[in-house]
């Protein structure tokens, strides 16, 4: 059997002299991209609400009219005349 071993080789590097900070006008358009995605972002939902909020209005008020005859007829005639009411068992085979 043998023994196999691992080595992890872990190297530290100084991570300011890898990467430099942003200066002010990075910072200022990394601000002015940011608002303005925010911005775009905000108007694309409301637009998206008012689009679903239209389409509900327009699916309620279409069941509301299809069945204005049958609330109709349910008004002046409502149920309550002549039921038939039945059970029906099946025998085993």
């Not at 209005?57 to 309550?80: F, Q």
């Amino acid at each position: 059997m043998q023994n196999y071993q691992r080595r992890v080789r872990i190297i530290v590097r100084d991570s300011q002299s890898d990467v430099k900070s942003p200066g002010l006008l990075g910072r200022l358009v990394a601000a002015i991209v940011g608002a303005i995605a925010l911005v775009v972002a905000f108007m694309v939902s409301v637009v998206a609400l008012a689009v679903v909020s239209v389409i509900i209005v327009i699916a309620v008020g279409y069941v509301w009219w299809k069945t204005r005859d049958l609330r109709r007829r349910l008004r002046e005639k409502p149920p309550g005349g002549r039921v038939i009411d039945g059970d029906t068992f099946r025998d085993g085979d």
